[in-house]
């Protein structure tokens, strides 16, 4: 069983910056790929961003390359999503989740565990 707590949501302005936090309960963390998933009303949940086991392969959707970086701390159980120069198109729930697996995915099936989301609104 994994449990997985977003935080770091808010609301920024246009251009501004936001790190997201998710903490996970869970033994081994280091063995699980993580992944950034974001959802508006009427969507389905849109792959954001995803980082292999170490932290050493990531991989990101067109959208957010060089401007989102998704990290982890496997010593503190912890993933980040760093976004800078964020775009009110950026405004959504963003979740977290995790899978056991040595390589990274970018679909939402491939995902045994969620979190409950953090909101993120950018204002224009």
């Known amino acids: 069983q994994v449990q997985l707590v977003e935080s770091g949501g808010g609301l920024v302005q246009a251009g501004g910056s936001l790190r997201l936090s998710c903490a996970a309960s869970?033994?081994?963390?280091?063995?699980?790929?993580m992944g950034w998933f974001r959802q508006t009303p009427g969507k389905g949940r849109d792959f954001v961003a995803t980082?292999?086991?170490?932290?050493?392969?990531?991989y990101y959707a067109d959208s957010v390359k060089t401007r989102f970086t998704i990290s982890r701390d496997n010593a503190k159980n912890t993933v980040y999503l760093q976004m800078n120069s964020l775009k009110p198109e950026d405004t959504a729930v963003y979740y977290c989740?995790?899978?056991?697996?040595?390589?990274?995915?970018?679909?939402?099936?491939?995902?045994?565990?969620w979190g409950q989301g953090t909101q993120v609104t950018v204002s224009s």
């Open positions: 980082s292999s086991q170490s932290g050493g392969s990531t």
């Open positions: 989740a995790a899978r056991g697996g040595s390589l990274y995915y970018t679909r939402m099936g491939d995902y045994d565990y």
């Open positions: 869970v033994r081994s963390f280091s063995t699980y790929t």
